[in-house]
Each structure stands twice: as C-alpha cells, then as structure tokens.
C-alpha cells in the first residue's frame, strides 16, 4: 500500500534542489566538501560516470559509457577519489571494485566479488562491504585495506539471512548495515560490532526494503533509504536516530528517492529522485498506428495486466489511492474495481473459462496467490507457503502456475484453482511463467546454476513434470522482470528488449530460428504487455521513468 501523502511529518525546513534535468540519472554521491557530485548517466543502456560542480550547468564525464551497472559509489575522506562497483550487467554480474581520481584519470582495479558498495573507516586505513556466496548461501560483512589487500569475515549470515548495504560509523567501533530473512520478507538495521563482529539490532521497526543507509558526520543518527510497507510502496528518505532508535521522515511524497550521500559535516544530502507514469494502451498486434491511450491513471497496467477471454482487460490501478485489480472494456470503458482490500493486489491474471481473476496480494502481510471471481466476489487465498507471485492459470482453468521465492531460490509452482496442495513444477531458477494456447508447455526465463557468472536464457518446459524442452539464449538487456508471452499460435515466445536503450518487442520463434524485432515502442518504458486470446489485439502499459539528481539541505 502507497503511504498516505502527510506531509506534515517532513521537516519544513527542508529545501531540494535539482541538480540534473535530462531525466537519466540513476546513482549519484557528493564530494566530503559539498562541492561536487558525481553520477551514473544512463543513455539507451550505455552507463557512465559523470561529475558536476554543485550549483554549475554543465558536468563531465569520468569514465567513459559502457553496457554495465554500477553498484555502489563512494568518494574517499578526503575528496581526492571516487570508489565505484561495477558489474558487466546481467550477463556477469560479479561486482569489481575500482578507484579513480575525482576529476578523472586511470581507473585501479583493486578487488573482485563485491556485491554492495564500499564504506570507509574514519582513519581511511579499510573499507567494508558485502560478499554473497550463492554456491553455500553466505552473506559475509567483510573488511579490507584499502588497497584491497588482507580481506576478512567479520560477520556471516547463511541460508536465508543476509546483509546488504554497510556504514562504517564515524567513531569506528561499528558498522550498520541492514539485514533481512527471505522468509520473513522484512529487512531491518543491525549493527556489527568491528572488534568482535557481534550484531544485535538497532532497533525492532521493520522495511520493506532498505537500499541504502548512511552515518550523519556526528554520529547521532543514521539515514535510510527505504521503502516501508510493499514492493509497490515508493522508496523515502528516514533519518534514524542513534542509539534511541526514533524515526522520523526527510521525504514523504508518491515519488521515489534513490540513494543517500552525504556531504562532510552533513549539511547537504544528494539523491536521485524518480518520478514516472504509466498509462494503458490496446491496439493491434500488428503494430502501434492504431493504439489508443485507454487509462488515465498515473499508475496503471504498472503491475500487470491481462486478456480476459471475453475480451475485456483486467489490470493493477491505483486510481483508489491503492494497488487495487480493475476490469473493463479493450476501449477504456465500463471500468469497475474488483478488490478493495487496502493492501497491495497486483498481477492480475483472468482464467480461460471467464470465471475467475488469480494475483498476488499482501493482504496476509506476505505476497500470496489470490482468486476472485470475475466480479471481484469471494476472495479465496491459493497460497500459504514463504512468498509467491506472478500467477497464471492454466489452459483448462483447473491450476494456477505461479513463482515462488522460498528459500533465496525462484522456482515455479502449480496450486489447484480451486484451493489445495501446491505441486512443484522445476527446481531450477526461473521467472514467471507463461503457458502455450495448447496447454502442453510453459515458458520462462531460466537460469541453469545460482553462481554469479551465470546469465540468463528464454526457456520452454513441458507443463506436466517440468521437463526442460529447449533452451534460447536472450540480450542481456532484456527485461527479465515481465517475463515472457506465447503467440496466439504457439510458434514463437515475445519478450521485451531494451536494445539500444528503447523497448521494443522481440519475437524467438521455437523452432531455433534467430530472434526478430516484431514492434518498437513509442514509450520511454514498458512495464508490462500481452496479448489477446485470438492474438490479434495488444495491450500495454507505457510511460515514462525519469530520474534526476537532488540535493536536499536542511533536513536535520
């Protein structure tokens, strides 16, 4: 559920200053004298490093475009460099610690496996960071010289505990870092003793998730990033104060905040906000001349949207002021809401028989697999297990296939649709499924091992024991997130693709013929589209997602 805009709990002091405008900002840290900012440009998938003189028009770049990620940047005490992690994206995502001079030069590579950004001790002599071991299921809070030399374990958590982003604390005596279980779904802040390595919690509030976290210079509280109560919740801005443990808010609005970074002294914090939109259009599967805008809602079709076999659309709307599942015509009219739990429901998926709506809602505290009927009535939850999400029904109507998450491990699932014991499809990692017109096969992303060099590939499975039938390899740029769709006559698998930086649809016929562009899309993003049951119509939800970098000052 989408916080309530109070914003009467934000200090009114608080004043924000956009820095960038070009809307393709995606990480940015500011210079321990508040002077400067550095930031990843990201341009049709090419991401570079680029930095800024506060309060100049102009900036330059520092490390050249390339097709990669960037983890995590972190200037040094003394403002002479910048640390940046580094991966060559989803088709290697092993995370390579780098240094730079600030204003550009030869980049060092000092260390290898490092999967979070880097936090220096205050006397600038180590750094610490997080290490996952997908192969044994470890999340280790390392320390290291600062030349990358003498690295250690000072805490570890296994199975499903982890770590994620460290802040070494401006006395030295610990390091906070959030932390979280995969089965509870909750992470929260714990502090790590550098001595010892003992962790004990700072205080008991939960997130949701908590993307960054950052020590005030005095020491008297900490700055998170974080969403608070769902995945569709917008990531804000907490201070929280140390050791009492009171929070309270620096931003709280509909518009996500990505990052904290701090300026020496604390008087200046940078982020990058994200503000988008996403409306729905329908037209025909041959191409875009013809397809109409049919929501208006900022959010719509965002999270999820599906063909009715009566040709109607079932789809995720806030148009409530809540994630709530919607029906109406492929014109735009008759739009009636089906749930009004305030919880999140999300991922609608109307079966074939015209009954039923299956989706995954939070009303439980946890995602689970939903039905209601067609008309929104008599809700039934499907699934009990950890986590599950994505649901499908099969061709007949009688199962549900769904993406569980148990364990650290995405595997897909079938349930009755009528409610009962839930039967395991494919141990392998996997995306959201899609099943083919005949029922026989499933579709998915598909990942053959856990390790970290492992990339992904379109993959078709029988429906009955899982068996994998063919395996296709995909762009790294592919959007993993949406999944996969059948044509309406089972010859080829549709996927989104970022190439060049602009979605398009891409066909991969199954018989092994290469890969083709079917349709490019006019938005700056698609989150998500299918196809009607005669294939002959497309829906989609498009829009925009542009992010700039802000300095917000005055906050304390």
Known sequence: MLPHDDRSKSPP???SILL????????????PDGKYVVYVLNVSGKKSLRIKQ???????????PAEVDYKGLTFSHDGNYLYYVMTEGKSNPLGVLYQIPMLGGTSRKLLEDVDSKISLSPDSKQFTFVREDLDTREYALMVANIDGTEERKLSVRKETDYYSQPAWSPNGNIIACSAGSTVGDREYVVEVTVGSGA?????????????DIAWLTDGSSLILNAREESPESPYQIYKLSYPNGKVSRITNDLDSYLGTSLSSGSGALVTVKAEGHSYIWAGSSEGLSDAKQITSSKYDGCFGLSWASDGKIVYSSNESGNQDIWIMNADGSSKKQLTFDPSSDLYPSASNDGRYVVFTSYRTGAPHIWRINIDGSSPKQLTQSNREAYPQSTVDSKWVIYKNFDLSKETLWKVPIDGGKAIQL????????AISPDGALVACFYRETETKNQGWH???LQSEGGNLIKIF????????????????DGSALTYIDYNEGV???????????????SIDFRSDKIFWFDWSHDGKQLAFAGGSGGRDVVLISNFK
């Open 503 to 517: 979605p398009s649809i891409w066909k991969q016929p199954i018989d092994g013929s290469p890969p083709e562009k």
């Open 199 to 211: 962790e004990k919690r700072i205080i008991p509030q939960n997130w949701w998730e908590i993307v």
């Open 426 to 433: 494919s141990n392998k990692h996997t995306g959201a499924a």
């Open 473 to 488: 390899n995909i762009s790294p740029t592919v959007n993993l997130d949406i999944g996969v769709r059948w044509t309406s």
């Open 458 to 460: 379109a993959a078709v």
């Open 13 to 15: 002091q608080a004043k």
């Open 20 to 31: 960038t405008a070009h809307g393709k900002a995606e990480r940015a840290v500011i210079s």
């Open 54 to 64: 506060v309060g100049a028009a102009s900036d330059r770049e520092i490390v050249s």
